[in-house]
């Protein structure tokens, strides 16, 4: 993923993300869809063939919740999750 914000890192730009991502989609008692998202975005660079990452400078993402996030985070996973379901009809699952 590119970055809108690039780091510069030991006077080097990390112009990517290396995403670490983990959803957890479940239901609520009364039928709605909910979920939780761990999420890590690691400055990643390309340079001559080889990919320096900076862990240390990694930007979590934790939500418990749906609703509990801003407009953006909701309509992002809802993509995701709009995707997902996609998948899983095209794979008849």
Same mark, same amino acid.
């Given at each position: 993923?590119?970055?809108?914000?690039?780091?510069?890192?030991?006077?080097?730009?990390?112009?990517l993300f290396?995403?670490?991502?983990?959803?957890?989609?479940?239901?609520?008692?009364?039928?709605?869809?909910?979920?939780?998202?761990?999420m890590r975005?690691?400055?990643?660079?390309?340079?001559?063939?080889?990919? *320096? $990452? @900076?862990?240390?400078?990694?930007?979590?993402?934790?939500?418990?919740?749906?609703?509990? &996030? =801003?407009? *953006? $985070? @909701?309509?992002?996973?809802?993509?995701?999750?709009?995707?997902?379901?996609?998948?899983? &009809? =095209?794979? *008849?699952?």
């Amino acid at each position: 993923m590119t970055s809108t914000n690039p780091k510069i890192i030991d006077g080097k730009t990390y112009d990517l993300f290396s995403i670490n991502l983990a959803i957890t989609g479940k239901y609520k008692t009364d039928g709605t869809p909910d979920a939780s998202v761990a999420m890590r975005l690691i400055p990643t660079r390309v340079e001559d063939g080889n990919v *320096e $990452t @900076q862990e240390n400078y990694a930007v979590p993402i934790y939500l418990g919740n749906i609703k509990t &996030s =801003d407009p *953006e $985070t @909701q309509q992002a996973i809802t993509a995701v999750m709009a995707a997902l379901q996609a998948f899983i &009809s =095209d794979k *008849e699952l």
